[in-house]
């Protein structure tokens, strides 16, 4: 059983940064970032493929980076200039391939089986 651990989460006041760690127990090809905010659904924020390629959410772009450390089973999400809006739990997704597959695909939209237990985000005004 793959185990997902997300590290970072805190509170911060807006215009702020937080940058999260999620450490798996084995190496996991496609990883992301998903958050729930207070009474809304779970949305995708980022995900990372194999070759580093991202792909990131509207409300993620052009603040938020999503990276790998593939020697440490680790994903990352760096988070600038945070909003009160983007308060919520985060959870680290991560999904295996079949051998004969290179690539995820699929951004955040495609299928994550392993999830973290999530990691709390607080940005005040």
Do not use: H
């Not at 937080?18 to 090809?29: G, H, K, N």
């Not at 993620?60 to 009160?84: C, E, H, W």
């Not at 739990?89 to 391939?97: E, P, R, S």
């Amino acid at each position: 059983q793959v185990q997902l651990m997300e590290y970072g989460g805190g509170s911060v006041q807006a215009g702020g940064s937080l940058r999260l760690s999620c450490e798996a127990s084995r190496y996991m090809p496609c990883m992301a970032w998903f958050r729930r905010a207070p009474g809304k659904q779970r949305e995708g924020v980022a995900s990372i493929d194999t070759d580093g390629a991202t792909a990131y959410a509207d409300p993620a772009k052009g603040r938020f980076t999503i990276s790998r450390d593939d020697a440490a089973n680790t994903v990352y999400l760096q988070m600038d200039s945070l909003q009160p809006e983007d308060t919520a739990t985060y959870f680290c997704a991560a999904a295996l391939l079949p051998p004969y597959v290179k690539y995820c695909g699929g951004g955040i939209s495609r299928p994550f089986e392993f999830w973290g237990q999530g990691t709390q985000v607080t940005v005040s005004s």
